[in-house]
């Protein structure tokens, strides 16, 4: 019987109450699969900061560092908006991609037909969406050098530096052709290269390591074309694959094609293998921590509860129970089942329910 060993992160906000409630799920769902979880909670985040001075201690990353994956809730909430730089709960967020060398963030978009409704765009644009995000994750302007603030004659100066190397770019470029290359071979390379020199240098890369995957159709995009071009014609998208700042904000987009943030989880890869021989990676829902409405069970639990999917399916090699869960939510909002988050104005025999309740409702269908 295989044993997998999870960090789990809940994080701040809303994060606790939807990761209770989606391991609950998860569990349900592995029940006689042969796959036991071994969990272990930690803090990370503003919570973290509470407590022990830091988002991120020394401690837990060696915990995540030991584990065959991470499961992180959302991060962050105005409490700790007035803390300095490198104190304040993203930190942690960005530690634990650095410390586990996850270079490769993947952000599904995927439209479930119940709820082309709550997608801000027309049935007839969204419907059939169906891309993936390739974003890089530990280069480019969030961790560039030099960066900082100076003082300066009426003021300050702040500044950050993009910069990428060609095997940063190369390896990031073969995540998004691998990706490309099991779903519909297509791979659209997002860039600024009119403008930027390390915009211009990941064209380059992509197009030569192009050469190895001629059974990919690919082309490049700037970024502005592309922020509209998610809103005009989303489905001419397979796979974008792009660097972090623009993966960051175009990712946010494309989750909000789909309907809502809240629906929408995602997942970070690195080279490390864990023990059972999959990737070792980070799982997390897309949606942010929600102070407003934490601790009052309305949360959804449904993105946090397919980020468990994408964590079975990639770090611990079961796409059998990771496609249970994602049908058994499919189904569930195909019966009309809705957090509030993705309720629609005048629709009719939908039934609004809490966190437990939407969780409760996926583990019957089960």
Not at 280 to 287: A, D, S, T
């Amino acid at each position: 019987m295989a044993k997998a060993k999870i960090l789990v992160l809940a994080g701040d906000g809303i994060g606790p109450e939807v990761m209770t409630a989606s391991i609950a799920v998860m569990e349900k769902a592995a029940k006689g699969s042969g796959l036991k979880f071994n969990f272990e909670q930690d803090l990370a985040g503003g919570c973290s900061f509470d407590q022990n001075g830091t988002p991120l201690t020394d401690d837990v990353l060696k915990k995540a560092k030991k584990a065959d994956a991470v499961l992180l809730g959302a991060v962050g909430g105005p409490k700790w908006d007035t803390l300095p730089h490198e104190q304040r709960p993203e930190r942690a967020l960005l530690g634990l991609r650095a410390g586990l060398k996850l270079f490769a963030n993947l952000r599904p978009a995927k439209i479930i037909p119940a709820l082309i409704s709550a997608s801000s765009l027309k049935p007839e644009i969204v419907g059939g969406i169906d891309l993936l995000v390739v974003r890089e994750l530990t280069g480019g302007i969030y961790f560039g050098k030099p960066r900082g603030r100076k003082e300066i004659k009426g003021g300050f100066k702040a500044f950050n530096t993009e910069v990428y190397s060609t095997p940063e770019i190369e390896r990031i470029a073969r995540a998004g052709f691998e990706a490309a290359r099991v779903r519909r071979k297509k791979l659209t390379s997002v860039d600024k290269a009119n403008i930027l020199e390390s915009s211009i240098l990941w064209r380059e890369v992509v197009n030569q390591i192009a050469k190895e995957y001629p059974d990919i159709q690919v082309d490049h995009m700037y970024v502005d074309n592309c922020a509209m071009q998610l809103v005009r014609n989303p489905k001419q998208f397979d796979v974008i694959v792009t660097n972090n700042i623009f993966g960051d904000i175009l990712s946010d987009a494309a989750a909000m094609l789909t309907g809502s943030i809240g629906m929408l989880p995602s997942s970070s890869l690195g080279e490390k293998k864990n023990r059972l021989g999959f990737p070792q990676g980070m799982y997390e829902p897309v949606h942010g921590s929600a102070p407003d409405i934490a601790g009052k069970g309305i949360a959804n639990p449904l993105a946090t509860i397919l980020s468990c999917a994408l964590m079975l399916r990639y770090s611990l090699g079961r796409d059998d129970i990771a496609q249970k869960m994602e049908k058994a939510v499919e189904v569930v909002l195909q019966k009309g089942y809705r957090c509030g988050d993705i309720m629609v104005s005048g629709e009719e025999g939908k039934i609004k329910v809490g966190t437990q309740e939407m969780a409760d409702a996926v583990m019957k269908e089960l």
